[in-house]
T-cell receptor, first 114, second 115 residues
Framework: ETGVTQSPTHLIKTRGQQVTLRCSSQSGHNTVSWYQQALGQGPQFIFQYYREEENGRGNFPPRFSGLQFPNYSSELNVNALELDDSALYLC?????????????FGAGSRLTVL | AQSVTQPDIHITVSEGASLELRCNYSYGATPYLFWYVQSPGQGLQLLLKYFSGDTLVQGIKGFEAEFKRSQSSFNLRKPSVHWSDAAEYFCATWYSGGGADGLTFGKGTHLIIQP
């Protein structure tokens, strides 16, 4: 079975720009979530998607948005980039949409905002 | 709100020695607890999890962890470390409620292996 794949692996943007990060879920998984990991910190939950709708969100502003497609792949979009958005963005997929469950993580997309 | 504390930012252990990484959580009910490992350039890999039942859980790569409710702890152990165990280790708990259903992570412990 294939794991979670993310693209791009690295990218550099300037403040005020917009960015789209992509994720392909592990085969058979129907739920995808995104996490932000700042340097030296643990990952922080951004949001979760199930059946192409957001069904859970952490403490992130609306300029962080996402999409989930019928094939369960996903995008994370960040508008009006700020310097503090520089981080590793991790995508994770899972089999169920509610309750504690095991997440399979991708290797991440490292975003640098200048 | 739930939180996870990993008191040790860095730990250095000699190859072949035993290891214990500490994790404390704050949560009223029975928590769902996880340990993940992150190597440079890699995503997070699940080592083990505790949902219920036996408080001593076995994981991959020879790791185990013990849930102690009285101490609000879920410490990770390995009897003999290998150089390939050098990585960042994260303890996490599953958070449900308030529209946010996901993992809450500690800040991580960086494990250094001395030859």
């Amino acid at each position: 079975e294939t794991g979670v794949t993310q693209s791009p692996t690295h990218l550099i943007k300037t403040r005020g720009q917009q960015v789209t990060l992509r994720c392909s879920s592990q085969s058979g998984h129907n739920t995808v979530s995104w996490y932000q990991q700042a340097l030296g910190q643990g990952p922080q939950f951004i949001f979760q998607y199930y059946r192409e709708e957001e069904n859970g969100r952490g403490n992130f502003p609306p300029r962080f948005s996402g999409l989930q497609f019928p094939n369960y792949s996903s995008e994370l979009n960040v508008n009006a980039l700020e310097l503090d958005d520089s981080a590793l963005y991790l995508c994770a997929s899972s089999l169920v949409s509610s309750g504690a469950n095991v997440l399979t993580f991708g290797a991440g997309s490292r975003l640098t905002v200048l | 709100a739930q939180s996870v504390t990993q008191p040790d930012i860095h730990i250095t252990v000699s190859e072949g020695a035993s290891l214990e990484l500490r994790c404390n959580y704050s949560y009223g009910a029975t928590p769902y607890l996880f340990w993940y490992v992150q190597s440079p350039g890699q995503g997070l890999q699940l080592l083990l999890k505790y949902f219920s039942g036996d408080t001593l859980v076995q994981g991959i790569k020879g790791f185990e962890a013990e849930f102690k409710r009285s101490q609000s702890s879920f410490n990770l152990r390995k009897p003999s470390v290998h150089w390939s165990d050098a990585a960042e280790y994260f303890c996490a708990t599953w958070y449900s409620g308030g529209g946010a259903d996901g993992l809450t992570f500690g800040k991580g412990t960086h494990l250094i292996i001395q030859p």
